[in-house]
């Protein structure tokens, strides 16, 4: 378990590691993270899909969480349960930054300079999304997250909710053993009880209703992006 420490003073971005930060998951504390939780119910059903959110420098939590309201410190259904830390040499805008304090190269256009800082990009995310109505289908907390990423250029950007709910689950760790019991425990629970109650009618409208939902998204993701909003 990461030990704690005071978040009051932060280093400049570009000059340290984020890895040199201290996640505290007692604290609901995650510097430069990406953070993940199980929904009610979805989950239940298809555990790989949760709330996720982005973490300022600080660690404190952001999440769009409802129509026109981005939630601050205070994680939507409940504590952290997988997350993963952006390294901040990935991200394209911030290491533009360091190469001009650097002397490396000049600005030709002006585009990355809106970018400063790692909180820059989830000010201006956040600022963007108060604006907007939610929706599961449309635009949803994955969509903030994204458009964060693709602000910050972390590996060249291009994220949408798709790319972003696989890099979670491919590369997300765990907080702690509690966390696995959290996330997969009702899932592990309601399948097997869907089985014995409904049998092979369960499993199908099940198996349906995967297709249909990841469909939706790789569909509005991949084929018309129109469809959700980043």
């Keep these: 378990m990461a030990i704690n420490m005071d978040t009051e003073q932060q280093p400049i971005i570009g000059e340290n590691s984020p890895q040199a930060m201290q996640i505290d998951p007692k604290r609901a ?7 993940w939780t199980p929904l009610p119910v979805l989950s239940w059903l298809i555990p790989f899909i949760g ?14 969480a409802g ?35 650097n002397g490396d190269q000049h600005n030709q256009n002006g585009s990355e300079l809106d970018i400063l800082t790692w909180d820059d990009a989830i000010r201006k995310s956040t600022l963007e999304f108060q604006h907007h109505s939610y929706s599961l289908f449309t635009c949803n907390c994955h969509s903030f997250v994204a458009n964060n990423l693709n602000r910050l250029g972390f590996n060249g950007g291009r ?9 979670i689950l491919v590369k997300g ?28 009618t369960f499993l199908k409208f099940w198996a349906m209703f995967i297709v249909l939902l990841v469909g939706w998204f790789f569909i509005g993701s991949y084929c018309f992006k129109v469809l959700i909003q980043l």
């Design 29 to 35: 504390r995650f510097p430069f993270c990406i953070v």
């Design 51 to 64: 709330h996720i959110g982005i973490c300022r420098e600080d660690g404190v939590i952001l999440d769009f």
């Design 67 to 101: 129509p026109n309201f981005v939630c601050v410190d205070n994680f939507a259904f409940g504590s952290v349960t997988r997350y993963l830390q952006i390294d901040a040499k990935l991200c394209r805008a911030i290491s533009f930054l360091a190469s001009c304090r």
């Design 159 to 167: 994220w949408n909710v798709v790319s972003l709910a696989v890099l």
């Design 173 to 200: 760790r765990w907080v702690d053993k509690a966390s696995i019991v959290k996330s997969l425990l009702p899932f592990l629970i309601v399948f097997p009880l869907g089985l014995v109650i409904g049998g092979w």
